[in-house]
């Protein structure tokens, strides 16, 4: 079952660098040409490494949309998986993106799926139980091939929401979980900027058309509702202990990612 299968290997940049001389008014700066794989690009930078501050938009990316950019197959599998618990990863189903859309990358046994969505720019990983598999996660096949024709994310959510109202899409039938338990989360602009997200490990529970007055919920609580929707959840957070823990485990992981997407944290 594979709605796209081409599948894509950007290997990591390789950086070159040859100084030149500068100007005699940039005293604390140097320009300096890198090769980014065959592609040259100049910064002026202080000190003598040659730095590049990569956007998300310069690697690759899915339907050229910096927004949408593309992993390398192993890294975007690992950082799947990183959304359930230990116990479940082994065994859970991953579709990854590659330039023609989501495809199987991984067949699991349990019925667990994880992805990464990167629906509107918000890049994340979450892993589903079979109820959200079937129900939810066609979201995000039905999100990349609306955006491979050209879609905009609001013609997209406006077009999902209006088949949620036709029944082409259906809410979850029955109580189930959603595990998103990754210390990552990032939103990616239109231009591909990209900024990193305040980490919140959690669990969610399906609550279609509840709000927050339904459940006694608020944002900062023990459980609160993400969004008024047919696709709304109940967001319950883990503890302080184990966030902590769930962060120090992922750094090695963290790295490889940032540096994938082009992320640059402020200094």
């Known amino acids: 079952m594979k709605f796209w299968q081409q599948r894509h290997s950007p290997g990591p940049d390789v950086l070159n660098s040859q100084h030149f001389k500068a100007d005699e008014g940039e ?24 730095a590049i501050r990569r956007r998300a938009g ?3 990316r899915f339907a050229q949309s910096p927004q949408y950019p593309l992993l390398p197959r192993a890294l975007e599998i690992e950082l799947a998986l990183s ?6 990863r082994d065994d859970a189903t991953v579709w990854a993106l590659d330039k023609s859309g989501y495809a199987i990358a991984k067949n699991g046994g349990n019925a667990f799926t994880c992805v990464v969505s990167r629906r509107a720019g918000d890049l994340f990983p979450v892993c589903w ?3 959200g598999t079937r129900s939810l996660l066609p979201l995000d096949f039905e999100d990349a091939r609306l955006r491979l024709s050209g879609k905009s994310g609001p013609e997209i959510e406006a077009i999902e929401m209006e088949r949620f109202k036709s029944g082409q899409y259906h809410a979850p039938s029955r109580a189930g979980v959603a595990y998103m338990l ?4 990032y939103r990616i602009d239109e231009h591909g900027g990209v900024t990193r997200t305040t980490s919140n ?13 339904d ?13 008024v929707g ?4 109940m967001i319950v957070p883990v503890g302080q202990k184990e966030r902590e823990a769930i962060v120090s485990d992922a750094q090695s992981l963290i790295t490889q990612v940032e540096q994938a997407i082009g992320y640059q944290p402020s200094r």
């Open 215 to 227: 459940i006694g919920g608020a944002r900062g609580a023990f459980v609160f509702i993400n969004r």
């Open 201 to 213: 490990p959690h669990l969610m529970f399906y609550g279609p058309n509840l709000t927050d007055t």
């Open 129 to 131: 139980d079979a109820e």
């Open 58 to 60: 310069e690697g690759a």
């Open 27 to 50: 005293r604390h700066a140097l320009h300096e040409r890198c090769l980014v794989g065959d592609r040259p690009d100049v910064r002026v930078v202080s000190g003598r490494r040659c």
């Open 83 to 88: 959304a359930a618990p230990k116990h479940l």
């Open 230 to 233: 047919p696709d709304g959840m």
């Open 182 to 185: 990754s210390s990552m989360r």
